[in-house]
């Protein structure tokens, strides 16, 4: 039986956008790249990719591109996760597969004590962050983590309740 | 600092598409559906809808539109899950945080001692499915969700190796 750790981490994960100045340990960050690879994806086709960007310039050069540019910018480390187009089977599902990955990095950072935000406005730049990394273009950019040691941790959020979302049990 | 039970059911969850014939806590279904709530979403906008199915011959007709139909008809309850295009904001994203909802839903039901597969191959007959649960062509399914207690633990699964997945670390 599983301790409920679980249940805990899912409900008290938050979208962390302020961190410490500390850099995060090397395998930390691997922790939370494997875990998103344990994602499950439709015929087992894992078609996440990751560019993980350490460096400042770097940083920066991404940051330019999305009006949340001073979260990536003050965060140590950020992982961009890019769907592989070559290795899709399904639109719907591979995208839905990468969303699963996210929430496994999101819930493993926090797992080892990390803050982390999955930033999406940064896809209306997705070519131009293709080309600061130099991918080909068959890698199609999904979202950026930011991750860092969290500078606070008081953000409170709401979920509407589940009345309002199960509509009906048959 | 949270326990590492975390990484452990992200490393450990399994696909359980084998069920015994005990049915589920009604609340432990209820903490499922909870946990995929707490999935982010771009704006918060929760664009996931629930329907829970129990009744053995609601279950048998939607069987009948997967070819993994004698898993749902196994499993003593399946969560549907749709996507209200009224809640929506943007595709991708939108379909990414149901993703990330489903994965919430498969870690919670693997932290109660529970076993769970999604199923997508049943989203080539989503019209029908609607149809047989009554809803409004806005609630757009997005997979199906196999709930029971594990007939047997002795899955194996892989994945990619982090040398293959991670593209770059600049």
Same mark, same amino acid.
């Given at each position: 039986? %599983? #301790? @409920?750790?679980?249940? =805990?981490?899912?409900?008290?994960?938050?979208?962390?956008?302020?961190?410490?100045?500390?850099?995060? &340990?090397?395998?930390?960050? %691997?922790?939370?790249?494997?875990?998103? #690879? /344990?994602?499950? #994806?439709?015929?087992? @086709?894992?078609? /996440?990719?990751?560019?993980?960007?350490?460096?400042?310039?770097? =940083?920066?050069?991404? $940051?330019?591109?999305?009006?949340?540019?001073?979260?990536?910018? $003050?965060?140590?480390?950020?992982?961009?996760?890019?769907? &592989?187009? =070559?290795? !899709?089977?399904?639109?719907?599902?591979?995208?839905?597969? +990468?969303?699963?990955?996210?929430?496994? !990095?999101?819930?493993?950072?926090?797992?080892?004590?990390?803050?982390?935000? /999955?930033?999406?406005? +940064? *896809?209306? @730049?997705?070519?131009?962050? #293709?080309?600061?990394?130099? *991918?080909?273009?068959?890698?199609?950019? %999904?979202?950026?983590?930011?991750?860092?040691?969290?500078?606070?941790? @008081?953000?409170?959020?709401?979920?509407?309740?589940? &009345?309002?979302?199960?509509?009906?049990? +048959?």
């Amino acid at each position: 039986m %599983m #301790s @409920n750790e679980v249940l =805990k981490a899912i409900y008290e994960r938050r979208s962390v956008r302020d961190f410490s100045p500390m850099p995060v &340990d090397e395998q930390q960050v %691997m922790e939370i790249i494997r875990a998103g #690879s /344990w994602a499950p #994806s439709g015929l087992n @086709n894992q078609p /996440w990719r990751f560019v993980v960007v350490k460096d400042a310039k770097a =940083k920066e050069e991404i $940051a330019g591109k999305t009006r949340y540019g001073h979260i990536i910018e $003050a965060a140590p480390v950020i992982v961009s996760v890019f769907l &592989d187009r =070559k290795a !899709m089977y399904h639109e719907v599902k591979d995208i839905q597969a +990468i969303g699963a990955c996210l929430q496994n !990095m999101l819930l493993a950072a926090h797992a080892q004590g990390l803050g982390a935000v /999955w930033l999406g406005e +940064i *896809l209306k @730049n997705k070519e131009k962050v #293709s080309e600061i990394v130099s *991918l080909p273009s068959h890698l199609e950019l %999904m979202a950026v983590v930011a991750i860092g040691h969290p500078a606070q941790r @008081n953000q409170t959020s709401e979920r509407k309740g589940l &009345d309002e979302l199960i509509l009906k049990i +048959i």
